[in-house]
Each structure stands twice: as structure tokens, then as C-alpha cells.
């Protein structure tokens, strides 16, 4: 049989088995979703190293210990941060008993894989979506078939032995651009979770289906005359060398306030950046494309790889390429998204035109995306959340790992939506939430004609009184904890509404969050830490 054919009928048949298996399994408690989540993730973690060592030798991207650590948080630390996620059946109604939301699986999910993250991204898409009660098919990139389906099946058979219905995940292995085309636009295919290039995501947008989609990063960082230089510098060279720069959050620009520049180049230098001379930046950009496309050979490769390449020589001990350049834009190559440990730095003498150049960066293949900033000063932080059009704004952190929720509490994601400045229809760090419907069931509040409403709340009770203000239960909360924590006042910034930021996930109204006995628990936790 044809190639093409053979990779048409598997997409079919792969989407058949997991719509059945997918019919049976939203019928699951959330009791028994959550055991095979956690048995998902269990495997997945085991099994970091090896995968990690798998996709390193088929792509040839990166570095076996960051991918070692993508696989674990694409496992583990997705697991732990779901804990408590309610994603079947009633998972919310409110005190006064007006409306319930009901979670209902979106269906079969075709997911797309890239070559730069396969085996990490396989197990979170495959997590994400068990736990949203969907099935899953995935479309690996040709480069990185065999990890992929390696991933997938580490997961996909703790799921299975755990209790998962059979044919639940899926993933080609015949892998053609027809196959997936067959995938994404089959009747059966229900959303469309897209991880890649620029023209996978619009491929993905153009089948009809609901999609989520992720393009380039490109992200430019700017660090302030008011910033800790030194720990940018770390910051900065950490996240440009994390996995060699596959990860599309990776740092790809620095911008410098005029009057930390040499400071700034010197600590860049002392965490292993290799500052490029003239003659060794043209030798770079004569490099990096190859018949109008982006060289592949120095995707995810080492700084001295890259040189050697480009014909000159960089210490083999170098963590990132550093270029200072003047310009943005298609006249100069390196200020492109590289995905490899190359960073572009500028020089701008303020915020205000240090603001400009960021905005100019993320124009050139990032709109939307990601922004680092190192600063120290709360109004120029501000500035730049209110106005910078990037939907993650990370603050005195590794731009690569802070974007995906690694060193902050962003939601852990592997997919990270650009919204609509970048082509998106979501902004959002994707979670299983986003392969849900809610539905709601409202009872009458205003009602127009008078009498027996019927029961409200919970099914043949009556309503229930109407709920306290929000403050009365912030209060009770903060009494709960000083008692429970030595009668201690409760420090500046350690209120209970600020302690509980993260706690509430969809399922819990706020009063219900204010009388579960384990949340307060949990808030205690936090206080006593």
C-alpha cells in the first residue's frame, strides 16, 4: 500500500478506537480519572531519563539533562499542580444553589508533536487530556517519530493497567503530511491541540475544527538599570542554554538599559556567554538560513557546535553566543527566533525605548508570546504589564522555564497560547480545563410568575439562605488560622485571601473554598512556612 494510504487509514482507524474508548471513559467518577492521572504521571516520571536519552539520539536537539527535566515536569509537576482539579460531573455549585456547572469532555483530541519537545510534550498532552476524560491522537513530527510513540506508550499503558478503556490514546506511526491531515479533519476529531512551526499552527486553524495553537516565541528580555545584574546575567544564560534554546520561551533577545550594558555583557560572560566578534557575526548569519528557511543543523545544538559550523571557534565550554546588534527585522538574521542558544543583545537608554525594542522583537515572530523583565522598580513593572503585547510578562526570572509555569504558578504547560496578537484563540498556559464544555443549569432567581420554585442546591432540598459577603468569610478564615497557628497575628502579604491565590480551581465557590476543612489546612501550611 501507498505511504500516504497507509497513513490515511491508521488516522482513521486510531480515531475510530479512541471515540469508542472515549464514549466509555466520560462516563468515569473523578475518583477513578484521578487514578489513572496519577498512575499517567507515575510512569512518566520513572521513565524521564530513558525517554530524555531517546529523543536526544533520534533529533539530535539539546541536552539530555534538560530534557530529563522537561519530561519531569511534564509528569510530576503537572500532577501535583492538577491536585485537587475537579473535571467530572457537578463541579460547582454555589451556596445559594442558582446555577450548576457540570464538566463534559470535549471529545477525541488530535494533538500535533514537534521535534524540539516530543517526549515531554506527548505525556503532558496525553495527561492534560486523560484528565479532561478526552481520548487523544497524536501526529509526531517526522523527525521525532519513534520518541514520540515511545512517550506515549509509557503513559498510555499505566493508564490501561489502571483502568483506562482500551484505545483511549493514540499515535501514527505512518506519519504523512496526508495521515495527519486525515486526523485533523476527520468527522470524528473534536479539538485540535497544536505544538510546532508557524505553518502547522495555521494548517491546524484552517480545518474547521476548534483549535489551540502555538507559533514562535522569540522573546526579548529587558533588564533595568534597577535589576539584580548579576542574577539576570545567571537568569539569562540559564534559559538560553536550558535544552540548547528548543523550548519556544527561550531567552532570544536581551535588551540593556544604556547604563548596564558593559556590566551586564561582563556577568554574561562570567555565566559562559561567548560575545561574538564582527567577523564571527557574519560568519553566524551566513549560517542560519538555508534556501529561506531556518538551518536546521544548528537547531538545539551547543555554542561551540554552532561555531564549528560557521566556521570558527567558540570554548567548548560555552553556554550561549552572544551577538550585539543594532537592528530588527528580516536585514538581520540573528534577531530571528533560532531555536538554539544564540542571543541577540541591544543597548537602549531608558525603559520607555528599551520597551520599544522589546515591542519590536516580539513584532518579528513573537507577537503575543512571552517577555522577560529584570527590574527592581514596581512602576516600571508595572508599565509593562499594562502595556507590552505579550501574554506571559516574567518578572526577575529564566524567561524559558518561567513562561511554562516551572518557577512561578502559571499553570505547567507545554502549550502556551499567544492569544489573538498572536493568531490564537487562548492566551491561556493550556490546562485540561481547556478540553472541557461546561454546562449550566440554572434555577429560577427572578422569576416571573410567582410560586412553587422547586428545589434548588442539592436535588429535593430546599434553597439555601443566600451566601455572606466575601469579606465575612475572608475574616473567618484569617480567625481559623491565627488559632490554629498559635494565636500568631498574620504577617504583612499573609492575608488568607492572599494565601488562598491558586487554592480555588473550578469546582469551588468561594464560600464552599472558605468551610473545606483540607483547603484551611493547606492555608495553614502556607502560613506556618
Not at 545584574?229 to 544604556?258: H, M, N, P, Q
Not at 553566524?284 to 538545539?300: A, D, M, S, T, Y
Not at 538581520?332 to 543583545?345: D, G, Q, V
Not at 498559635?486 to 473554598?513: C, I, M, Y
Request: hydrophobic share 40%; net charge neutral.
Amino acid at each position: 500500500m501507498d505511504a500516504d494510504l497507509k497513513s490515511i487509514q491508521q488516522a482513521r482507524q486510531l480515531v475510530a478506537r479512541a471515540r469508542e474508548a472515549q464514549r466509555v471513559y466520560a462516563g468515569f467518577t473523578q475518583d477513578k480519572v484521578d487514578r489513572i492521572v496519577a498512575a499517567m504521571a507515575d510512569a512518566g516520571a520513572a521513565a524521564a531519563e530513558p525517554l530524555a536519552r531517546i529523543a536526544f539520539e533520534e533529533t539530535g536537539f539539546g541536552r539530555v539533562e534538560s530534557k530529563v527535566q522537561k519530561n519531569l515536569f511534564a509528569t510530576r509537576t503537572l500532577h501535583e499542580r492538577m491536585q485537587g482539579m475537579r473535571t467530572a460531573g457537578i463541579v460547582n455549585r454555589p451556596e445559594d444553589g442558582s446555577i450548576w456547572e457540570i464538566a463534559t469532555p470535549m471529545g477525541v483530541v488530535a494533538a500535533l508533536i514537534p521535534s524540539t519537545n516530543p517526549t515531554s510534550t506527548a505525556m503532558y498532552k496525553a495527561i492534560i487530556s486523560a484528565k479532561a476524560r478526552c481520548g487523544i491522537v497524536m501526529s509526531p513530527h517526522p523527525r521525532a517519530i519513534s520518541s514520540t510513540v515511545r512517550a506515549l506508550d509509557v503513559v498510555a499503558r499505566a493508564g490501561y493497567e489502571e483502568g483506562a478503556p482500551d484505545g483511549l490514546f493514540g499515535c501514527l506511526e505512518e506519519v504523512s503530511i496526508p495521515g495527519t491531515n486525515e486526523l485533523l479533519e476527520h468527522e470524528h476529531t473534536d479539538v485540535i491541540l497544536a505544538t510546532g512551526g508557524t505553518a502547522m499552527v495555521r494548517a491546524a486553524y484552517s480545518k474547521g475544527k476548534p483549535a489551540y495553537g502555538v507559533g514562535p516565541g522569540n522573546v526579548p528580555v529587558y533588564v533595568d538599570r534597577s535589576a539584580d545584574v548579576a542574577k539576570a546575567a545567571a537568569d539569562i544564560v540559564y534559559g538560553a542554554s536550558f535544552d540548547w534554546g528548543t523550548l519556544c520561551s527561550t531567552e532570544r533577545s536581551v535588551v540593556a538599559d544604556t547604563p548596564i550594558r558593559q556590566p551586564l555583557l561582563e556577568a554574561l560572560q562570567s555565566e559562559g556567554g561567548y560575545v561574538l566578534s564582527d567577523s564571527e557575526k557574519q560568519k553566524l548569519r551566513e549560517i542560519l538560513f538555508v534556501g529561506g528557511k531556518l538551518n536546521v543543523e544548528q537547531v538545539g545544538k551547543s555554542p561551540a557546535s554552532i561555531g564549528a559550523l560557521a566556521g570558527f571557534m567558540v570554548p567548548r565550554d560555552a553556554r550561549a553566543l552572544i551577538a550585539e546588534v543594532t537592528t530588527v527585522g528580516r536585514g538581520e538574521p540573528l534577531s530571528t527566533e533560532t531555536l538554539s542558544p544564540i542571543l541577540t543583545f541591544y543597548a537602549a537608554d531608558g525603559w520607555e525605548a528599551g520597551c520599544d525594542r522589546c515591542i519590536e522583537v516580539l513584532d518579528f515572530g513573537g507577537m503575543g508570546h512571552t517577555l522577560g523583565l529584570h527590574c527592581a522598580n514596581e512602576k516600571i513593572i508595572e508599565a509593562f504589564a499594562l502595556e507590552k503585547p505579550a501574554m506571559r510578562i516574567v518578572v526577575n526570572t529564566v524567561a524559558a522555564l518561567g513562561s511554562v509555569g516551572y518557577t512561578n504558578r502559571l499553570f505547567p504547560a507545554m502549550t502556551l497560547g499567544p492569544g489573538t496578537l498572536g493568531g490564537s484563540i487562548t492566551s491561556d498556559n493550556i490546562s485540561p480545563l481547556h478540553l472541557l464544555n461546561f454546562k449550566r443549569l440554572a434555577f429560577e432567581t427572578y422569576p416571573i410568575n410567582h410560586g412553587s420554585s422547586g428545589p434548588r442546591g442539592h436535588a429535593g432540598t430546599a434553597a439555601r439562605p443566600s451566601a455572606r459577603p466575601r469579606g465575612s468569610w475572608i475574616e473567618e478564615i484569617e480567625q481559623r488560622l491565627r488559632e490554629r497557628a498559635g494565636n500568631r497575628p498574620l504577617p504583612a502579604g499573609r492575608s488568607a485571601e492572599r494565601l488562598s491565590d491558586g487554592l480555588q480551581v473550578r469546582g469551588d465557590s468561594e464560600t464552599q473554598t472558605a468551610l473545606d476543612e483540607s483547603r484551611i489546612a493547606e492555608l495553614i501550611k502556607r502560613f506556618k512556612k
